[in-house]
């Protein structure tokens, strides 16, 4: 059982930045594929952005290509997501998710096993 704990939303202006970050528990972090998903008010639940497991490879939204960036810290059980130029169109409950061991990057939702809490994030416009 993997657990994921995300911290670091909170309220930003426009043009602003935040870093999210998520902490997972157990000790196959290292070989477990990482994403982050939001969700908007009234909106489903939307890939942003996911990272293999050696955090070579990262994948991203159309959406936030450019001012978003995944990594990880192998080391640290952590993986982050970097926000820049946020927009008010950013602002959504973003969620911290883990595949399977040994499993590859995906940015399809229903791949995810584990879950976080989510954080909130909010855009001032």
């Known amino acids: 059982q993997v657990q994921l704990v995300e911290s670091g939303g909170g309220l930003v202006q426009a043009g602003g930045s935040l870093r999210l970050s998520c902490a997972a528990s157990?000790?196959?972090?290292?070989?477990?594929?990482m994403g982050w998903f939001r969700q908007a008010p009234g909106k489903e639940r939307a890939f942003v952005a996911a990272?293999?497991?050696?955090?070579?490879?990262?994948y991203y939204a159309d959406s936030v290509k450019g001012r978003f960036t995944i990594s990880r810290d192998n080391t640290k059980n952590t993986v982050y997501l970097q926000m820049n130029s946020l927009r008010p169109e950013d602002a959504a409950v973003y969620y911290c998710?883990?595949?399977?061991?040994?499993?590859?990057?995906?940015?399809?939702?229903?791949?995810?096993?584990?879950w976080g809490q989510g954080t909130q994030v909010t855009v001032s416009s």
């Open positions: 998710a883990a595949r399977t061991a040994l499993t590859t990057a995906s940015t399809e939702l229903r791949e995810y096993d584990y």
């Open positions: 157990g000790r196959t972090f290292s070989i477990t594929p």
């Open positions: 990272i293999s497991r050696s955090g070579l490879s990262t």
